[in-house]
């Protein structure tokens, strides 16, 4: 419930960051930001469409208030004949991606195990119907890279995001650090689940954050 509030809330973050900053800190924190702090796992999964979650709402909101609200123009292809090439060809790779996994997945229980232990996964084959969840996947995976290279190509925005990196990195060594002690307990503490298999987290005589 929590995570989910968190990915709801995050557009309006967004929003108010770009308000806020200058366009290129406001494209940086909010995509950093949402890779650092929204929860993983947790998505909204829609029909035909890609699931929304930590990596596409961030994408996502910052594109259309880019877009829409202050009406910069964002190109979806580089300028040069390489550069268009290389992203057609990422996208245009759903086709037969869609087409060679039609075969759905089954993961069954091992031998031995009975009751709840014993239930079995079923992840369904993909269909041509799926080829727009995957078109649309694809462009939003670009999207930073997109919106990143008209917007920090300056030497202002490229140190932007260089100190965004190095503040992002220190801020979660602290959090490592505790978790490297503690155990991993922070997804658990904020939005009420743990993340992982906690068998591989176990490293000597501390833990994996």
Not at 120 to 134: A, E, F
């Amino acid at each position: 419930m929590v995570g989910n509030l968190a990915l709801l809330i995050w557009p309006v973050v967004c929003a108010v960051l770009f308000n806020r900053l200058r366009i290129e800190l406001a494209l940086i924190w909010s995509i950093l930001g949402g890779y650092l702090l929204l929860p993983p796992l947790v998505e909204f999964d829609l029909p035909l469409l890609p699931a929304l979650n930590k990596f596409s709402i961030p994408s996502f909101s910052a594109f259309l208030i880019i877009v829409f609200v202050l009406g910069r123009r964002v190109s979806l292809l580089p300028e040069n004949r390489l550069g268009k090439l290389l992203v057609l060809a990422l996208v245009l790779n759903a086709v037969p991606t869609v087409l060679t996994n039609g075969d759905p997945m089954v993961f069954g229980a091992a031998a031995g195990m009975t009751g709840a232990d014993a239930e079995t996964t079923v992840i369904p084959g993909l269909k041509i119907r799926d080829l727009l969840s995957v078109f649309v996947k694809q462009m939003i995976m670009l999207l930073p890279f997109l919106m990143g290279r008209q917007l920090l190509a300056s030497e202002q925005g490229m140190r932007d995001l260089l100190v965004a990196l190095v503040i992002a990195a220190l801020a979660y060594s602290v959090l490592a650090l505790a978790e490297v002690r503690l155990s991993p307990q922070l997804n658990i503490w904020v939005y009420g689940f743990f993340q992982h298999s906690f068998a591989q987290m176990m490293r000597g005589d501390g833990f994996r954050p």
